[in-house]
């Protein structure tokens, strides 16, 4: 791919996209992060600097690990895009699920792109929350406690996606939020660059430009074909 189809991000970029949304991630109420391994690690830390429990505490983070497994295209060298997610790291059922009862956790990655990651995070979280309820004991104050997923993305692509999130998140402002939209264009992020000069120098030439504020809604997947993505990553 040409070079100036390619799009970069500088970590100065990403502190201080943390830094403005936590302004209204402070409104929803979040107790609890988890990151999605590997874009959503640094996003995620930055944005617990600059948010707090309302009891003044630091904002817990924990980790799943998801790959989008991508496969060879037929009799060609390149990538297809890939479809199938598999699980790197979990949350334990048995005990970190039970924390997950009754709180607003946020899922943060770097980059909202055709969703396919972003839904597997949301409903297999959700599955587990449902299995971690029934196994409460009798009496527990956390039975029948609602959790509320919310999701956190530095880049939403305008495209169609494969994924839908539930319809809650479409209807409710506080429950999706992605500090910029851009086109469906090929992010490089500085946690992937090998030398870290070039790509801020190539950062200066070729940033990554936000679509107007009319478009920064959450875009619904579509039946229709998905062209093939111009990043090698897909989420």
Same mark, same amino acid.
């Given at each position: 791919?040409?070079?100036?189809?390619?799009? &970069?991000?500088? &970590?100065?970029?990403?502190? %201080?996209?943390?830094? !403005?949304?936590?302004?209204?991630? +402070?409104?929803?109420?979040?107790?609890?992060?988890?990151?999605?391994?590997?874009?959503? =690690?640094? /996003?995620?830390?930055?944005?617990?600097?600059?948010?707090?429990?309302?009891?003044?505490?630091?904002? $817990?983070?924990?980790?799943?690990?998801?790959?989008?497994?991508?496969?060879?295209?037929?009799?060609?060298? !390149?990538?297809?895009?890939?479809?199938?997610?598999?699980?790197?790291?979990?949350?334990?059922?048995?005990?970190?699920?039970? +924390?997950?009862?009754?709180? %607003?956790?946020?899922?943060?990655?770097?980059?909202?792109?055709?969703?396919?990651?972003?839904? &597997?995070?949301?409903?297999?979280?959700?599955?587990?929350? !449902?299995?971690?309820?029934?196994?409460? $004991?009798?009496?527990?104050?956390?039975?029948?406690? !609602?959790?509320?997923?919310?999701?956190?993305?530095?880049? %939403?692509?305008?495209?169609?996606?494969?994924?839908?999130? /539930?319809?809650?998140?479409?209807?409710? /402002?506080?429950? =999706?939020?992605?500090?910029?939209?851009?086109?469906?264009?090929?992010?490089? &992020?500085?946690?992937?660059?090998? %030398?870290?000069?070039?790509?801020?120098?190539?950062?200066?030439?070729?940033?990554?430009?936000?679509?107007?504020?009319?478009?920064?809604?959450?875009?619904?997947?579509?039946?229709?074909?998905?062209?093939?993505?111009?990043? /090698?990553?897909?989420?």
């Amino acid at each position: 791919m040409p070079e100036h189809q390619k799009h &970069y991000a500088t &970590y100065n970029d990403v502190h %201080n996209l943390c830094k !403005e949304s936590a302004k209204e991630l +402070n409104s929803w109420g979040i107790n609890l992060i988890i990151a999605i391994g590997g874009g959503g =690690y640094i /996003p995620a830390r930055i944005l617990r600097s600059f948010m707090k429990k309302e009891d003044g505490t630091n904002i $817990p983070i924990q980790a799943i690990g998801l790959s989008l497994y991508e496969r060879l295209a037929a009799n060609s060298v !390149e990538e297809a895009p890939g479809t199938e997610v598999k699980r790197l790291q979990w949350l334990d059922v048995n005990s970190s699920m039970a +924390n997950l009862i009754g709180k %607003n956790v946020l899922i943060v990655d770097e980059v909202d792109d055709t969703r396919t990651t972003l839904k &597997y995070a949301v409903e297999e979280l959700q599955k587990d929350v !449902e299995v971690a309820q029934k196994q409460l $004991p009798a009496g527990s104050p956390l039975k029948g406690k !609602e959790t509320k997923f919310h999701v956190f993305v530095l880049h %939403n692509k305008t495209k169609a996606k494969r994924g839908d999130l /539930p319809d809650e998140m479409d209807k409710d /402002p506080k429950r =999706y939020h992605a500090a910029v939209t851009t086109g469906d264009v090929w992010i490089c &992020y500085p946690w992937e660059a090998e %030398n870290i000069e070039e790509h801020d120098k190539l950062a200066k030439e070729n940033p990554i430009v936000a679509l107007p504020a009319e478009t920064e809604s959450i875009t619904k997947s579509s039946t229709t074909t998905v062209q093939e993505e111009p990043s /090698p990553r897909v989420d």
